[in-house]
């Protein structure tokens, strides 16, 4: 079983920036995503990225001020958040994929989950 350890999170002012860590127990090859889930709303898809970090994929709602990098030699996703707005205020999930050639974007694409880590954005 592969751990997910979110870090990161935390209140920030709208326009402002957070970046995101996920760090994974052990090597692992697959593809790597972030997901979030506000208060009363379903679990979304916010970004993902293949093994080798060819591939990025982004929701609509984020794209050109989120950014998703990976450091496979540090067993670590990233997820860079700029010009942050009260619409992304929620719990940020970091996911792995199911298998080596899955990159996750929707929930039965992921293997294992993090915790969750808080953010919070001020208007």
């Known amino acids: 079983q592969v751990h997910l350890v979110e870090s990161g999170g935390g209140l920030v002012q709208a326009g402002g920036s957070l970046r995101l860590s996920c760090a994974a127990s052990?090597?692992?090859?697959?593809?790597m995503g972030w997901f979030r889930q506000a208060p009363g709303k379903e679990r979304e898809f916010v970004a993902a990225?293949?093994?080798?970090?060819?591939?990025?994929y982004y929701a609509d709602s984020v794209k050109g001020r989120f950014t998703i990098s990976r450091d496979n030699a540090k067993n670590t996703v990233y997820l860079q958040m700029n010009d942050l707005r009260p619409g992304d205020m929620a719990v940020y999930y970091c996911?792995?994929?199911?298998?080596?050639?899955?990159?996750?974007?929707?929930?039965?694409?992921?293997?294992?989950w993090g915790q969750g880590t808080q953010v919070t954005v001020s208007s």
């Open positions: 996911a792995i994929g199911r298998g080596p050639l899955t990159t996750p974007r929707v929930g039965p694409e992921v293997g294992y």
């Open positions: 052990e090597r692992s090859p697959y593809g």
């Open positions: 990225i293949s093994w080798r970090g060819q591939s990025t």
